[in-house]
């Protein structure tokens, strides 16, 4: 829950889902966001956002942009603006990358357990 996932990928059939079938996992209220404007894609079928909310997941998740404050190549990229769509998901600001970035530390104390993923 609360995870902000942040795509760059700017090529088609791009798409999230759980590796292992048998996993019980339950997603809410989750950010996706392409910064491409690609259509993000769900589960093994490789389906809509709408259609992937119907099978019982995110629930009150939403695909938005997420509004940071810095640039991505930034360390404190991020850093979500006040008016940022994830703040009513509950999202605080995070202290760690899970992809190094040159000048970045990686080894940050993450709170909150929220995640940012950025590929």
């Known amino acids: 829950e609360r995870n902000i996932v942040y795509d760059t990928f700017q090529g088609t059939n791009h798409s999230a889902y759980l590796s292992d079938q048998d996993a019980i996992v339950f997603l809410n209220n989750n950010l996706y966001y392409n910064s491409n404007g690609a259509e993000l894609l769900f589960g093994r079928q ?3 956002f709408t259609e ?3 099978t019982g997941q995110d629930n009150g998740s939403i695909i938005a942009n997420p ?3 810095g640039d991505v190549n930034q360390c404190d990229f991020f850093t979500i603006q006040s ?3 994830v703040a009513k998901l509950g999202f605080t ?3 760690k990358l899970s ?3 040159p000048g970045c530390d990686m080894n940050d104390k993450i709170e909150n357990n929220n995640q940012f ?3």
Request: proline share 5%; aromatic share 28%; glycine share 0%.
């Open 83 to 85: 008016n940022s769509p």
């Open 99 to 101: 992809k190094w970035t």
């Open 117 to 119: 993923y950025y590929w």
């Open 46 to 48: 490789q389906i809509s």
């Open 93 to 95: 600001n995070l202290t």
């Open 67 to 69: 509004l940071f404050v």
């Open 52 to 54: 992937w909310q119907k």
